[in-house]
Protein backbone atom coordinates (compact mmCIF):
# COMPACT_ATOMS: atom_id res chain seq x y z
CA UNK A 1 0.00 0.00 0.00
CA UNK A 2 3.20 2.33 0.37
CA UNK A 3 4.26 2.05 -2.88
CA UNK A 4 4.02 4.64 -5.65
CA UNK A 5 4.25 2.77 -9.71
CA UNK A 6 6.18 5.13 -11.93
CA UNK A 7 5.75 4.66 -16.05
CA UNK A 8 7.48 4.35 -18.24
CA UNK A 9 10.76 3.31 -17.06
CA UNK A 10 12.48 5.04 -19.80
CA UNK A 11 11.35 7.56 -22.45
CA UNK A 12 13.24 9.02 -25.74
CA UNK A 13 11.27 12.38 -26.61
CA UNK A 14 12.61 14.88 -29.59
CA UNK A 15 13.70 18.14 -28.78
CA UNK A 16 10.80 20.55 -28.88
CA UNK A 17 8.20 17.34 -27.41
CA UNK A 18 6.17 16.82 -24.84
CA UNK A 19 7.59 14.40 -22.10
CA UNK A 20 5.34 12.78 -20.07
CA UNK A 21 5.98 10.70 -16.86
CA UNK A 22 2.76 8.72 -14.78
CA UNK A 23 2.68 7.69 -11.23
CA UNK A 24 0.20 5.95 -9.26
CA UNK A 25 -0.34 5.60 -5.63
CA UNK A 26 -2.53 3.44 -3.22
CA UNK A 27 -2.62 5.13 0.34
CA UNK A 28 -4.82 7.77 0.68
CA UNK A 29 -3.29 9.19 3.25
CA UNK A 30 -0.19 10.60 1.07
CA UNK A 31 -1.19 14.65 0.63
CA UNK A 32 1.49 15.72 -1.02
CA UNK A 33 3.48 14.91 -4.56
CA UNK A 34 6.72 16.67 -5.24
CA UNK A 35 8.81 15.13 -8.47
CA UNK A 36 13.00 15.21 -8.05
CA UNK A 37 15.05 14.91 -10.46
CA UNK A 38 18.21 13.25 -10.45
CA UNK A 39 21.64 13.99 -13.13
CA UNK A 40 24.40 11.49 -12.98
CA UNK A 41 26.44 11.27 -10.40
CA UNK A 42 24.15 13.63 -8.47
CA UNK A 43 21.53 13.80 -5.69
CA UNK A 44 17.76 14.01 -6.26
CA UNK A 45 16.79 17.80 -7.01
CA UNK A 46 13.32 19.00 -6.15
CA UNK A 47 11.35 19.86 -9.20
CA UNK A 48 8.09 20.98 -8.56
CA UNK A 49 5.33 19.72 -5.83
CA UNK A 50 1.50 19.29 -5.57
CA UNK A 51 -0.64 18.81 -3.21
CA UNK A 52 -4.38 17.20 -3.98
CA UNK A 53 -6.86 20.04 -3.54
CA UNK A 54 -5.42 21.28 -6.91
CA UNK A 55 -5.57 19.38 -10.29
CA UNK A 56 -2.67 20.77 -12.14
CA UNK A 57 0.17 23.02 -11.08
CA UNK A 58 2.78 24.56 -13.79
CA UNK A 59 6.37 26.31 -12.97
CA UNK A 60 7.52 27.16 -16.17
CA UNK A 61 7.65 24.14 -18.54
CA UNK A 62 7.23 21.35 -16.08
CA UNK A 63 3.31 20.51 -15.03
CA UNK A 64 1.89 18.23 -12.82
CA UNK A 65 -1.61 16.85 -13.10
CA UNK A 66 -3.29 15.49 -10.23
CA UNK A 67 -6.30 13.17 -10.83
CA UNK A 68 -7.56 12.22 -7.16
CA UNK A 69 -10.03 9.89 -7.26
CA UNK A 70 -7.94 7.97 -9.61
CA UNK A 71 -4.80 8.37 -7.58
CA UNK A 72 -2.83 9.13 -10.61
CA UNK A 73 -0.35 12.14 -11.18
CA UNK A 74 1.44 13.07 -14.05
CA UNK A 75 4.71 15.22 -14.86
CA UNK A 76 4.52 16.48 -18.59
CA UNK A 77 7.96 18.63 -19.86
CA UNK A 78 6.63 21.39 -22.67
CA UNK A 79 9.55 22.03 -24.98
CA UNK A 80 11.42 19.33 -23.70
CA UNK A 81 15.28 20.07 -24.37
CA UNK A 82 18.47 18.02 -24.11
CA UNK A 83 19.22 19.80 -20.53
CA UNK A 84 16.44 18.22 -19.02
CA UNK A 85 17.94 14.39 -19.47
CA UNK A 86 18.25 13.11 -16.75
CA UNK A 87 16.23 10.72 -14.42
CA UNK A 88 12.97 11.70 -12.85
CA UNK A 89 11.15 10.19 -9.79
CA UNK A 90 8.01 10.93 -8.67
CA UNK A 91 7.50 10.90 -4.54
CA UNK A 92 4.20 10.82 -2.12
CA UNK A 93 4.40 11.44 1.95
CA UNK A 94 2.33 12.46 4.60
CA UNK A 95 2.54 16.24 5.07
CA UNK A 96 1.23 16.61 8.56
CA UNK A 97 2.64 12.66 9.28
CA UNK A 98 4.89 10.23 8.39
CA UNK A 99 7.82 12.51 6.43
CA UNK A 100 9.50 9.66 4.78
CA UNK A 101 9.31 10.49 0.86
CA UNK A 102 7.76 6.88 -1.06
CA UNK A 103 9.07 7.14 -4.33
CA UNK A 104 8.34 6.02 -7.92
CA UNK A 105 11.17 3.66 -9.47
CA UNK A 106 12.32 6.19 -11.81
CA UNK A 107 11.58 7.00 -15.59
CA UNK A 108 15.42 7.52 -17.62
CA UNK A 109 14.21 10.66 -19.89
CA UNK A 110 16.30 10.99 -23.24
CA UNK A 111 15.89 14.22 -24.97
CA UNK A 112 17.64 13.89 -28.87
CA UNK A 113 18.70 17.03 -30.39
CA UNK B 1 22.79 27.97 -2.33
CA UNK B 2 23.42 26.40 1.14
CA UNK B 3 23.90 22.21 0.08
CA UNK B 4 23.68 18.80 1.77
CA UNK B 5 27.54 17.87 1.91
CA UNK B 6 28.43 13.91 2.01
CA UNK B 7 31.77 12.02 2.72
CA UNK B 8 33.40 9.95 0.89
CA UNK B 9 32.43 9.87 -2.25
CA UNK B 10 32.57 6.49 -2.26
CA UNK B 11 33.66 4.32 -0.13
CA UNK B 12 34.80 0.38 -1.10
CA UNK B 13 34.78 -2.08 2.03
CA UNK B 14 35.36 -5.71 3.09
CA UNK B 15 32.42 -7.54 4.26
CA UNK B 16 31.81 -7.56 7.47
CA UNK B 17 33.34 -4.58 8.12
CA UNK B 18 31.87 -1.62 10.09
CA UNK B 19 31.17 2.04 7.83
CA UNK B 20 30.81 5.27 8.91
CA UNK B 21 28.80 7.41 5.86
CA UNK B 22 29.39 11.20 6.88
CA UNK B 23 26.61 14.34 6.25
CA UNK B 24 26.75 17.58 7.49
CA UNK B 25 22.97 18.91 6.87
CA UNK B 26 22.25 22.31 5.41
CA UNK B 27 23.33 24.56 8.64
CA UNK B 28 19.27 25.73 9.92
CA UNK B 29 17.81 22.31 9.39
CA UNK B 30 16.64 20.50 11.45
CA UNK B 31 15.24 17.37 9.76
CA UNK B 32 18.18 14.86 8.87
CA UNK B 33 16.74 11.93 6.72
CA UNK B 34 19.07 8.64 5.03
CA UNK B 35 17.86 6.99 2.00
CA UNK B 36 19.82 4.48 -0.18
CA UNK B 37 19.66 3.79 -4.08
CA UNK B 38 20.28 -0.11 -4.90
CA UNK B 39 22.42 0.33 -8.49
CA UNK B 40 19.09 0.53 -11.09
CA UNK B 41 16.40 1.01 -8.38
CA UNK B 42 14.45 3.17 -6.67
CA UNK B 43 14.98 5.55 -3.67
CA UNK B 44 14.44 4.13 -0.62
CA UNK B 45 13.99 5.51 2.77
CA UNK B 46 16.11 4.13 5.84
CA UNK B 47 15.65 6.44 8.68
CA UNK B 48 14.75 10.20 10.01
CA UNK B 49 15.90 12.27 12.42
CA UNK B 50 14.77 14.81 14.93
CA UNK B 51 16.11 16.03 17.78
CA UNK B 52 18.92 13.83 18.94
CA UNK B 53 16.58 10.96 18.25
CA UNK B 54 15.02 8.98 15.65
CA UNK B 55 11.33 10.08 14.27
CA UNK B 56 10.62 7.52 11.89
CA UNK B 57 12.39 4.26 10.32
CA UNK B 58 11.84 1.53 7.53
CA UNK B 59 12.11 -1.92 7.64
CA UNK B 60 15.47 -1.38 6.05
CA UNK B 61 16.82 0.12 9.23
CA UNK B 62 17.58 -3.02 11.21
CA UNK B 63 19.96 -3.52 14.14
CA UNK B 64 22.79 -3.74 11.99
CA UNK B 65 21.98 0.07 11.24
CA UNK B 66 22.63 3.35 13.42
CA UNK B 67 22.55 7.12 13.22
CA UNK B 68 24.17 9.92 15.14
CA UNK B 69 24.63 13.08 15.36
CA UNK B 70 27.99 13.81 17.62
CA UNK B 71 27.87 17.55 16.93
CA UNK B 72 26.07 20.36 15.63
CA UNK B 73 26.68 20.17 12.07
CA UNK B 74 27.64 16.01 11.22
CA UNK B 75 24.96 13.60 10.88
CA UNK B 76 26.31 9.73 10.61
CA UNK B 77 24.91 6.80 9.63
CA UNK B 78 27.00 3.72 10.69
CA UNK B 79 26.45 0.05 9.27
CA UNK B 80 27.98 -2.75 11.28
CA UNK B 81 29.05 -5.96 9.69
CA UNK B 82 28.92 -5.47 5.93
CA UNK B 83 26.62 -7.50 3.50
CA UNK B 84 27.30 -7.56 -0.11
CA UNK B 85 23.45 -6.18 -0.13
CA UNK B 86 24.45 -3.27 1.32
CA UNK B 87 26.26 -1.96 -1.78
CA UNK B 88 24.51 1.01 -2.81
CA UNK B 89 24.22 5.10 -3.16
CA UNK B 90 23.21 6.38 -0.02
CA UNK B 91 21.82 9.64 0.21
CA UNK B 92 21.97 12.36 3.60
CA UNK B 93 18.82 14.81 3.29
CA UNK B 94 17.78 17.40 5.23
CA UNK B 95 14.09 19.90 5.94
CA UNK B 96 13.91 23.02 7.94
CA UNK B 97 10.51 21.86 9.76
CA UNK B 98 8.11 19.55 9.87
CA UNK B 99 5.28 17.99 7.78
CA UNK B 100 6.42 16.32 3.96
CA UNK B 101 5.88 19.61 2.27
CA UNK B 102 9.42 21.19 3.26
CA UNK B 103 11.47 20.15 0.76
CA UNK B 104 13.75 17.60 1.47
CA UNK B 105 17.27 18.60 0.42
CA UNK B 106 19.78 15.97 -0.70
CA UNK B 107 23.23 15.48 -0.86
CA UNK B 108 25.20 13.91 -3.97
CA UNK B 109 25.71 10.36 -2.33
CA UNK B 110 27.99 8.06 -0.96
CA UNK B 111 28.69 5.04 -2.79
CA UNK B 112 29.31 2.26 -1.19
CA UNK B 113 30.54 -0.81 -2.89
CA UNK B 114 31.18 -4.15 -0.04
CA UNK B 115 33.85 -6.65 -1.99
Known amino acids: QQQVKQSPQSLIVQKGGISIINCAYE??????FPWYQQFPGKGPALLIA?????SEKKEGRFTISFNKSAKQFSLHIMDSQPGDSATYFC????????????FGSGTRLQVQP | EPEVTQTPSHQVTQMGQEVILRCVPI?????FYWYRQILGQKVEFLVS????????KSEIFDDQFSVERPDGSNFTLKIRSTKLEDSAMYFC?????????????FGDGTRLSIL
Open chain 2, 93 to 105: ASSAGQGGSQPQH
Open chain 1, 91 to 102: AATEDTGRRALT
Open chain 1, 50 to 54: IRPDV
Open chain 2, 49 to 56: FYNNEISE
Open chain 1, 27 to 32: NTAFDY
Open chain 2, 27 to 31: SNHLY
